[in-house]
Structure formats: C-alpha cells, structure tokens
C-alpha cells in the first residue's frame, strides 16, 4: 500500500529510501508490518545529488538485485551507471508499492528508557510533523554526508576546493592541474576521468587495498562470492585494520571494467604522492608513504589471487591460467611513487583539489545514547542497546559483504525477522 501521511502512528519507521532502506520495506511489507520510509530527498537521492556524471557502479549488474526482483538491466555483467540505478530504485518502489513518504528530513529520533514508542520529529515538504512508532530501521547511511580535513581551510582561495559529491565533470573544473586527495574507488575513477580531459593529475594516496577487476576467467566479485570471502563474520575478525579498510581500487569504467592500480595511474600520467597531512596557502605538506601504499595494494591483490588459486585447487575447478594484465602487474621497487614532502600549487599549475577522502554520516538528531564518542553508532549486528532500534546498511553491520548492495537482502531479512518476532499481540 502507498503511504498514508495523515496517520501518524507505525509499527514501525525506516528511515531512509535509499537501496538499504527500500529493501528493508519490501521484508517489512513481506511480513505484514504496518510501516512508512522517511525519506530527506528523492528515493535513492544519495545516488541522485552525491555522483558525478560518469560515475558507474563497480559491482556487475547482476549483484545489485534487490530482495524480490528480478534483473532488469540489459547486461548482467555490465555495469550500471548511477542514473540507472535510480531508475531501478524507483521502479522497485512502485513495483512493490512501498510506502515511502519524500521530502521528510528527521529533525529529532528520541525515547525514553521506559517508553513504548520512539518520537520521531521531520520537516516534512517543509511543514513539521510527528510520527511514533514501535520499531525503528535506521538505513540512511554512514557514508552521504562530506567532511573535508580542517586543514582545508588554510589553503588559498585561488585553489577550487570540491568534495567528491560536488564534482560533475572535468569542464567545472579551471584549465590547470588537479590534486586529488584520496585513492579509494572515487579518487581512481574521478582521477582517470581528468586525465581524459587533458589535464595534469597529482594523485594523494592512502592505505587502499586493490584487486584485479578480471581473475581466471571470472570477475572478482563473482570469485569473491564463490569463496565466501565476503561472507566473514564481523565477529570473526580480530585485526580491528580489517574492520576499517576501505573497499578495494576497481573500476566499473568501460566494456567489462577493468582494475585499477597506482602504477596503472602513474603509466598514464599521474603523479602518486603520499597523504596530505596540511596545507598553507598555496602549499600542500604531504607524507612520504606513496611508496608504502603501493606496495599495500599491491600486497593485498596478490593475497586474494592466491586465495583464489588455492580454492580452485582445493575444489577441483577447471578455471583457465590467470590472464595477462597490466595493470595488476606489481610494481615491486615502487618506481611509480614519488616521495615529495610538500606540493607547491603555483609551480605545479594546480587549479583544483578534489576531496575524496571525506565522507561521513551526521547522528546529531538521534537524542538517545546509541552513538559512541567518535560519531559511530554503537550496535551488535544492528541491534542497539535501546530496544526495538536498529541500524542498516553500515560497513560490516554483520558481514564483509554488508557494506555493499549485495549485502544488503541479507542483513535487511535479519533485522526484519527481528521486529516481526518482537511484535505485540
């Protein structure tokens, strides 16, 4: 059923309509629990406002299903361009008929410890409004809204400063070169972008891991699906490092993808130099680590071919020899790093820095004690200490793969499970 605005009592409230919040209403509506999604935007907005315009998806088509349907874009092994992926966001809601209310900005989420219901405050297509309900899904995400170093704000007005959500394309951008702060899959696609336009690209590195985008006849999110390597249990891994790395360099760029490296980068032009840790006028002050993320990258694809390798000996599978790419070769000496400790932006015609390192979530407006000193909300699977509230669609909420689309049916069923089984008679 569509949602009914004037009632303003639920069993239970998603907040959230992006994948991790629709998905979390389709097993909601599967199980008959009478519930609304609040939504800031539009549905899927974060994919809508946060991307550029070439920006696509690193995961093949067919691992972005959502619970109940069914593969609708042309090519399964493709990769979809953000646009599309909202339009499947969309056409999922109308689909099942979910019942999303758009435009509605939680103001306040509170209750007390002997309340019954949580207290919900929005601004609601610019009116305020209040909701209660028994249950609620918090699946607005951890990574929509931008940060930028405090730094940043020492650097000269002359420079164009732009957060990874406000870049479109290379025309916004002045004739000159272009330091891009952060190496996770954003920095690499916006960076190899750049290059395209002509212009110069000083890559700022960081501790990314990286894998390559084809291995032994599959690509690697199929093998890492087929190995359960994205099926490890937060609870299972004792290096806190793990919990905190980042998704691996890989593009979804081009026919089929392809991987991404800092060496690949550099072999087209880019200069790769280490963290920026400061900046003052019109110099920027970096570490000299270029080198060590590298071989970090480097390290970490070799582990997961090597993981590859070993389950297709151990389960007998007639895989082809590994192909030849370049960009997955290892550059051993880290010839491609550069160990500058600081980056004049006068001398190196730099217009622009581009930040893709900062990107966060803002609980302010949750009133109750679910979120630790550093911001982060303090939960076990998704289930908080504050009954009957739950977290969904956080990096390793309860798996590996729980940051990624992929993960999300899973998790989204679990917690579902959880409020129908603690519903009152």
């Not at 935007?41 to 550029?52: A, F, I, K, L, N």
């Amino acid at each position: 059923m569509q949602a009914n605005s004037s009632q303003n009592s639920f069993d239970a409230i998603v907040i959230g309509g992006g994948h991790a919040g629709l998905s979390m209403s389709y097993f909601l509506q599967q199980n008959m629990i009478d519930h609304i999604v609040l939504e800031r935007g539009r549905v899927g907005e974060s994919w809508r406002s946060q991307r550029w315009d070439s920006f696509m998806l690193n995961t093949p088509n067919w691992i972005n299903v959502l619970p109940g349907d069914s593969f609708s874009i042309n090519d399964k092994e493709e990769f979809a361009p953000a646009g599309e992926f909202v339009n499947t966001l969309v056409n999922y809601r109308t689909k099942f008929k979910l019942p999303v209310i758009e435009n509605t900005r939680v103001v306040s989420l509170g209750k007390s410890w002997n309340e019954r219901q949580f207290r919900i405050s929005v601004m609601e297509n610019g009116i305020m409004k209040s909701y209660t309900a028994r249950k609620v899904i918090i699946a607005s995400g951890c990574m929509n809204e931008k940060r930028l170093p405090e730094f940043s704000k020492k650097i000269s007005n002359k420079i164009l400063q732009l957060h990874a959500s406000e870049y479109k394309n290379p025309d916004q951008l002045p004739p000159a070169g272009v330091l891009i702060a952060g190496s996770g899959q954003s920095g690499c696609q916006i960076a190899e972008e750049i290059m395209d336009s002509g212009r110069n690209v000083f890559f700022s590195t960081s501790m990314v891991p990286r894998a390559p985008r084809r291995y032994r006849g599959k690509d690697i999110m199929d093998w890492m699906i087929i190995t359960k390597f994205l099926d490890a249990r937060k609870d299972e891994i004792n290096n806190r490092n793990m919990l905190n790395m980042r998704q691996p360099q890989v593009s979804g760029v081009g026919k089929g993808g392809h991987t991404v490296s800092l060496q690949h980068l550099a072999g087209r032009g880019a200069k790769i130099i280490g963290k920026m840790h400061n900046a003052n006028g019109m110099m920027a002050f970096l570490y000299p680590n270029a080198i060590m993320h590298v071989r970090f990258a480097d390290g970490f694809s070799k582990k997961i071919k090597r993981m590859i390798d070993e389950f297709i000996v151990l389960n007998e599978i007639d895989a082809p020899k590994p192909e030849t790419d370049e960009a997955d070769e290892p550059d051993i000496e880290g010839n491609c790093a550069h160990d500058f400790t600081s980056l004049n932006l006068i001398t190196n015609n730099i217009g622009t820095i581009i930040w893709t390192n900062g990107f966060g979530a803002d609980f302010s407006w949750i009133k109750m004690p679910v979120i630790d000193n550093e911001g982060n909300p303090k939960h076990k699977s998704g289930i908080t200490e504050m009954e009957g509230l739950y977290f969904l669609g956080m990096p390793w909420l309860r798996k590996r793969k729980s940051g990624i689309i992929f993960g999300i049916n899973e998790d989204a069923e679990f917690i579902s499970e959880l409020v129908r089984d603690h519903r009152p008679n």
